[in-house]
Every structure is written in structure tokens, then in C-alpha cells.
């Protein structure tokens, strides 16, 4: 089992890394081993294209360490996420001078992302209290100063969601540039979206407490 779950988080960072997303020391990864009250995780890269097994720790979620407890602390309020990813992407980091709220303006956004939580400010004394409320919603975006932190219900969910939200954070940015009006996404639409996300949630959290990775909805 970790052999398998090791390999695709290291897939997962360079994959990510290729594409720009994961940039500093302070970006991380993580997977949720089922079953058990532990992950693989990964931190503190300089050159995130050359991770390797020996870049990966298993870690129990009650470790104390900042940057690892984050990660820990969203695998102990939600029992769904199977992976998380704190990347630096350029569109991202550019949303937080932008409001730092990203509205429903895509079908994809809506389905595996969910209700837009915005930016959490810089990581202080309130961002457990905040990252819980925002969590409850099922979001699984959230910008944590000038980070971006995506969740999945599987490792490749995650990879997608934190693509995704990058395209989305573009799109909207240039839109916004153009000082045109953005048609949202229909209330009655975003409704139904996170119905079906939330569905799917229950369905990951389930397979988790059963001890087995949960079937993804690999795309976007």
C-alpha cells in the first residue's frame, strides 16, 4: 500500500512542479494513508522536478509541525480528502490582489471545487478557527495568504482541482481587466453542483473509514 500511494504523490509534485505550481521550500503535498491516522508528505523542496522517495515522510496526524499539522488538521475535520496540495501558482497569488474571492463563473468550478471560500489572510493564531469554517462548506479550494490550498477526494482530484482553480483565477482576472460584465453560474445550478459534490464526499469519506482509496472523478 505505501509503495503505490508513495508513487503517486511523487507523481503528483512533479507533475504539479512542470507546470510551475510548486515553486518554494514552504509548498507541500500530502496523501492520506486509509485505514489509518497517518500520510505521506512532503515539504521544504528548492527544485520540487527532482523529489524522490527520500523527500517523503509518514507522519501520524497528530504531528505538531506547522506546516505538516495543516495538512493533518484538514484530514482530521474532513474524513473525504485523500490528498492535499499547498502550492504558489502565478494566477493564484495574483486573486489575492483581486479580493481574493473567486466567483462561480464555470461549470468545472462549481462541480469539484465547490462554494468559493476566499483568502484566509496570512497564516496567524485564527487560521484554525477560519480554515474549519471554511472546510464545513466542503469547499475544496482556499487561499491561505498567497498560497494556494486544494484538496481531493484521491491524489489526482487534488492535482485536478489545483489546475483547475488556476485556470479559473486566470480567466476571471483577465475578464476582470476588461472592466466587462462576468455572467456567474445560475444559483440553481451551483445548488445542484454542490449537492453532487458533497455526495461525492460522503462516498470518499466512507471508502477512508472502510481502508480503501475511493473511486475519482479524474477530470475535470
Given at each position: 500500500?505505501?509503495?503505490?500511494i ?7 509534485c512533479?507533475r504539479?512542479?512542470?507546470k510551475?505550481?510548486?515553486n ?18 512532503v515539504?521544504g ?7 524522490g ?6 507522519l ?13 488538521a484538514?484530514y482530521?475535520?474532513?474524513g ?5 496540495v499547498?502550492?504558489?501558482?502565478q494566477?493564484?497569488?495574483l ?16 462541480r469539484?471545487?465547490g462554494r468559493?471560500?476566499g483568502?484566509?489572510?496570512e ?19 482556499v487561499?491561505?495568504?498567497?498560497r494556494?490550498?486544494c484538496?481531493?477526494t484521491?491524489?489526482?482530484?487534488a ?9 479559473c483565477a486566470q ?27 458533497l ?5 470518499a ?13 479524474n477530470?475535470?
Amino acid at each position: 500500500m505505501y509503495g503505490s500511494i508513495e508513487d503517486q504523490l511523487l507523481q503528483a509534485c512533479r507533475r504539479l512542479a512542470g507546470k510551475g505550481f510548486l515553486n518554494t521550500p514552504e509548498d507541500s503535498c500530502s496523501m492520506r494513508v486509509p485505514g489509518r491516522l497517518e500520510m505521506i508528505f512532503v515539504t521544504g523542496l528548492g527544485n520540487w522536478r527532482q523529489v524522490g522517495n527520500s523527500d517523503l515522510e509518514r507522519l501520524s496526524f497528530s504531528v505538531g509541525d506547522a506546516s505538516a499539522g495543516l495538512h493533518a488538521a484538514v484530514y482530521g475535520q474532513r474524513g473525504d480528502v485523500g490528498a492535499v496540495v499547498i502550492s504558489s501558482p502565478q494566477w493564484a497569488r495574483l486573486l489575492c490582489d483581486h479580493g481574493g474571492v473567486l466567483p462561480p463563473i464555470f461549470d468545472e468550478q462549481v462541480r469539484h471545487i465547490g462554494r468559493a471560500a476566499g483568502s484566509l489572510g496570512e497564516p496567524d493564531e485564527s487560521l484554525p478557527v477560519g480554515l474549519r469554517k471554511a472546510l464545513r462548506s466542503g469547499t475544496n479550494a482556499v487561499l491561505i495568504g498567497e498560497r494556494l490550498m486544494c484538496l481531493g477526494t484521491t491524489c489526482d482530484r487534488a492535482v485536478f482541482n489545483t489546475e483547475l482553480f488556476e485556470k479559473c483565477a486566470q480567466a476571471f482576472i483577465l475578464a476582470q481587466a476588461t472592466g466587462k460584465r462576468i455572467n456567474l453560474i445560475p444559483g440553481w445550478v451551483r445548488l445542484i453542483a454542490n449537492g453532487r459534490l458533497l455526495k461525492d464526499e460522503r462516498r470518499a469519506a466512507k471508502s477512508y473509514r472502510e481502508g480503501r482509496i475511493p473511486d475519482g472523478v479524474n477530470a475535470y
